[in-house]
T-cell receptor
Framework: SVLLYQKPNRDICQSGTSLKIQCVADSQVVSMFWYQQFQEQSLMLMATANEGSEATYESGFTKDKFPISRPNLTFSTLTVNNARPGDSSIYFC????????FGPGTRLTVL | GEQVEQRPPHLSVREGDSAVITCTYTDPNSYYFFWYKQEPGASLQLLMKVFSSTEINEGQGFTVLLNKKDKRLSLNLTAAHPGDSAAYFCAVSAYNNRIFFGDGTQLVVKP
């Protein structure tokens, strides 16, 4: 299995600001995925990020709003641009190697 | 894209009873299936991953059944105990390693 670490584990920011969420894997993974979960709801797949290529976004999520970088096989960053209260949720990174594992999540509150 | 429907959204059972959660999916090409447990404030814990060729899968205290003909996946917790109280999610993967989640079931096991 792969262990995924996220930083920060929680953040509070003002509307209109941007913030970054980092995900680090303890071994190389081909694909990293980012999910959004609103309180006690299901997880929505936001995008798939492979090394050296642009992330592929699901319907309802855009590169301008949620740019994702994947500079190498163990690291990815999700940015939330122009944060709004509606972006307040938990963001998880995930990888597929050996099963589908998730990081601990980053709880974001936008005021 | 893949649609995953999970039922029931809420389930309350007595300790020692069984609890059954069912998911149906739409994409006949789905080949990888997952069940997750999520406790409040925590990340997702992978309970079981199921490949399409195996219809019955047993874990510790639970059984997962896959019916590909009906496109149905079920989780049966046998002899539930209060520690099983949590949210449970099914997830389905069809291609490109993208997985899609059901809406979740909030399980409460009463002593």
């Amino acid at each position: 299995s792969v262990l995924l670490y996220q930083k920060p584990n929680r953040d509070i920011c003002q509307s209109g600001t941007s913030l970054k969420i980092q995900c680090v894997a303890d071994s190389q993974v081909v694909s990293m995925f980012w999910y959004q979960q609103f309180q006690e709801q299901s997880l929505m797949l936001m995008a798939t990020a492979n090394e050296g290529s642009e992330a592929t976004y699901e319907s309802g999520f855009t590169k301008d709003k949620f740019p994702i970088s994947r500079p190498n096989l163990t690291f990815s960053t999700l940015t939330v641009n122009n944060a709004r209260p509606g972006d307040s949720s938990i963001y998880f990174c995930s990888s597929r190697e050996g099963g589908q594992y998730f990081g601990p999540g980053t709880r974001l509150t936008v005021l | 894209g893949e649609q995953v429907e999970q039922r029931p959204p809420h389930l309350s059972v007595r300790e020692g009873d069984s609890a059954v959660i069912t998911c149906t999916y739409t994409d006949p090409n789905s080949y990888y299936f997952f069940w997750y447990k999520q406790e409040p404030g925590a990340s997702l814990q992978l309970l079981m991953k199921v490949f399409s060729s195996t219809e019955i899968n047993e874990g510790q205290g639970f059984t997962v059944l896959l019916n590909k003909k009906d496109k149905r996946l079920s989780l049966n917790l046998t002899a539930a105990h209060p520690g099983d109280s949590a949210a449970y999610f099914c997830a389905v993967s069809a291609y490109n390693n993208r997985i899609f989640f059901g809406d979740g079931t909030q399980l409460v096991v009463k002593p």
